[in-house]
């Protein structure tokens, strides 16, 4: 049985489909509203503007014939994967940019922005360098750090893997990403 705490946890890491829907829904009534202003056209008498409601009707019934099968094959074939694809953003979760830090009496949610500042500030310390020489990305599964060392100072990136791997281990960051160390191969003078 799933917890009221795992259920807010999950609830904060996940994102809604809102924003999916809305774009659907905002094209389905730019189309609606385009096919009601040739409506209202044609019963006004006036020119259509880009074509009259029968003129596209018809084009729409006779394509099945006056197309290649190979057109109408790649055409089904465009559109089922335009479905599937819309499918899948429907069923699976969105995720949000943000870890859960383990607590047992309470939900901690650390937004990635905020683990990945901490996680430059360790990487500096450990490594010896200035600000702006260490660039922490943080993913769902995975830190990425980029490293420009000073010139003639080495760096030694197993040290610096491990320094992260312990923070995220103090932190209880949940789950444990995977620690990816680059060193840049040109030194920055004078940091």
């Known amino acids: 049985m799933v917890s009221k705490l795992d259920e ?14 809305l774009i659907g829904a905002i094209i389905v009534i730019l189309v609606c509203l385009y096919a009601l202003f040739e409506a209202a056209l ?37 559109v089922g994967l335009i479905g599937l694809v819309l499918l899948s953003h ?9 870890h ?3 607590c047992e009496d309470a939900i901690l949610i650390v937004d990635d922005q905020v683990l990945a500042a901490g996680l430059a500030r360790r990487a500096r310390s450990a490594a010896g360098v200035g600000p702006g020489q260490a660039l922490v ?6 830190v990425e750090v980029q ?3 000073t010139s003639g100072s ?9 320094a992260i791997e312990d923070e995220l281990r103090a932190n209880l960051v ?18």
């Open 8 to 21: 807010i946890r999950e609830r904060e890491l996940t994102s809604g489909r809102s924003p999916a829907v």
């Open 154 to 162: 080495p760096i030694d990136p197993a040290s610096i893997a491990a």
């Open 100 to 102: 859960s830090l383990a």
């Open 174 to 191: 949940e789950p444990q990403p995977q620690v990816h160390i680059r060193v840049s191969s040109s030194g920055v003078i004078g940091q």
């Open 147 to 149: 490293l420009s060392p």
């Open 90 to 98: 429907g069923l699976r979760r969105g995720r949000r940019a943000r």
């Open 137 to 142: 990305t943080v993913h769902r599964e995975r």
């Open 42 to 78: 044609k019963a006004l008498g006036q020119e259509p503007m880009v074509a009259a409601p029968e003129t596209w009707w018809s084009w729409i019934s006779s394509m099945p014939g006056a197309t290649e099968p190979a057109a109408l094959a790649l055409l089904g074939l465009g």
